[in-house]
């Protein structure tokens, strides 16, 4: 990789990470390739033990789920062993740090675990959940919160920097054993600690951050019952009204079962999904924040960027996917680099304007955009379109995810009537993304088709022919050491691009 994107490429083999979990509902274990800004998970299991489910009654672990969740951990030991992970980092949470029995489960663990376990405070998962949330999105503003079993951490994060932080004890475990099972008691619990945090206002007409398996369920639920046409919850954003009432409906659910989507959600999830639901209902009633949005990634994720080194923090995480990607899936990643200089010249003036974030989006379209060459021509856009809307990706919304997924479908279908009809560009999936934001994906899409027709995929050609405007012109110019590369195919391609620009196409050779 050069210029401007060889900062995001990887040096060398990757070293993985193993983090264990151990949570008062679940117990689990993710390995990732390495403490890299977007980093991939090799391995993921979870087992829910419910370690911490008698804690607020008896202020012990319960026996049964000790004796589950020490045979997970075994397992995972042997995991790790198989993987040839060397480096394995255990925490625990709230359950093992509040029962009485709490460290003598920890000695037990670290022996069959084969490692120190640390128990984390509140503050620590506090500040571990918000650094989840900095790896995951972009420039973070509002308030993040880390729903588990046993407690709630909640913590103000600003682009980098952690503000007040507080645990409160309101797991979905620990409300029904402390309420006795009774949810109009949990509500009444639920209210007395919310209130009880005097600095909750700094979350009004900020993003809330929703973070935890429970929240990630009724997201989940949510998509089922909207029809929405991704199963991402990485993103997925809910309107504030819109979600205190759909808590509020679960919360009263007579039968739970009876939901629409609920046989998605796991039995042992399910248990504790009203109580969660009431948790992030009042909540969000005193926050009063301008949305609600979900993340898969948290405290584990703020662990792996706990380890990084600062010049890997600084790496948007967004563009250093689509490098590392280009890498590993394009035929040749330089001539991705040199696709985000190329398109650049359409973007200035008298092209169309485009805000930073819009060119962010474009630059990973252009890193993005030879990914699929390995699948059969007659099906690279559907394929392309699915493996891009549905990827791993960190550090965008859902609108952004399906503009870069149609961007690379035109680059690989074209512009044409067919283009736009039938099933591989889903109506569902257009309403995600604006009008605007859909024909800027049909010029970027059309721009790269013409320089891969152009550099036949190759660095070292379209940085020698490059774009510019003329008067009512867009202006191609090949010299002479090029030349050969004319034709009609990559002249009809370079109409359709300046047809969508609204210029006359013009392109010189020597």
Not at 37 to 54: A, D, H, M
Not at 154 to 162: K, M, P, R
Request: net charge positive; aromatic share 6%.
């Amino acid at each position: 990789m050069t210029r401007a994107y060889a900062e995001f490429g990887r040096k060398g083999e990757l070293e993985p990470i193993g983090v264990v979990d151990i949570g008062s509902n679940s117990v689990r274990l993710v390995i990732y390739e390495g403490a890299v800004r977007s980093p991939t998970p090799i391995f993921n299991e979870k087992v829910l033990c419910g370690l911490g489910r008698q804690v607020a009654s008896t202020g012990h672990l319960g026996e049964e789920a000790v004796e589950r969740t020490l045979a997970a951990l075994g397992r995972f030991r042997a995991i790790a062993r198989i993987l040839r992970v060397k480096n394995i980092r255990a925490i625990a949470t709230a359950a093992c740090r509040e029962a009485a029995d709490g460290a003598a489960f920890i000695q037990r663990g670290e022996k069959v675990l084969g490692t120190r376990i640390q128990v984390l405070s509140g503050q620590q998962e506090a500040e571990l959940a918000a650094k989840g949330i900095i790896m995951g999105f972009r420039s973070a503003d509002g308030l993040a919160g880390d729903l588990g079993g046993g407690s709630l951490e909640l913590i103000d994060v600003e682009g980098t920097s952690l503000r007040q932080a507080v645990t409160l004890p309101l797991g979905g475990l620990r409300l029904i054993d402390s309420s006795g099972g009774r949810i109009d008691k949990a509500l009444d619990i639920a209210d007395a600690q919310i209130a009880s945090v005097g600095w909750l206002d700094r979350g009004r007409n900020r993003t809330f951050y929703a973070v935890g398996g429970t929240w990630r369920a009724i997201a989940k639920l949510h998509m089922e019952q909207t029809n929405y046409p991704l199963r991402i919850m990485h993103g997925y954003s809910m309107q504030t009204k819109a979600a205190i009432e759909f808590c509020e409906d679960i919360r009263k659910a007579k039968k739970l079962s009876s939901m629409y989507g609920i046989e998605d959600v796991s039995k042992p999830r399910r248990e504790v999904l009203p109580y969660g639901a009431m948790v992030l209902e009042r909540l969000l009633k005193k926050l009063e924040p301008s949305e609600v949005r979900f993340s898969v990634f948290g405290i584990r994720e703020g662990l792996v960027y706990s380890l990084m080194s600062e010049s890997e923090r600084r790496k948007d995480p967004l563009l250093s996917f689509c490098a590392e990607f280009a890498q590993q899936r394009s035929r040749d990643a330089e001539h991705a680099v040199e696709l985000c200089n190329w398109t650049d010249a359409l973007f200035e003036a008298p092209g169309p304007k485009e805000t930073d974030e819009e060119r962010r989006l474009r630059h990973a379209a252009c890193l993005l955009s030879d990914t699929g060459w390995r699948a059969h021509p007659d099906y690279r856009g559907e394929q392309s379109l699915l493996l891009i809307a549905h990827a791993a990706l960190a550090g965008i919304d859902h609108p952004g995810r399906v503009f870069l997924a149609f961007a690379i479908y035109f680059r690989h279908v074209g512009i044409g009537a067919d283009a736009e009809g039938g099933e591989l560009l889903s109506e569902r999936l257009k309403e995600i993304v604006a009008k605007k934001q859909f024909r800027r994906a049909r010029i970027i899409g059309a721009a790269i088709r013409a320089a891969h027709m152009l550099s036949i995929g190759r660095a070292g050609i379209i940085d020698e022919t490059p774009l510019s405007y003329e008067g009512d012109r867009l202006v191609l110019t090949i010299p002479k050491a090029h030349a050969a590369l004319d034709g009609e195919r990559l002249r009809r391609r370079f109409a359709a691009l300046a047809e969508l620009l609204e210029r006359v196409p013009e392109l010189r050779v020597g």
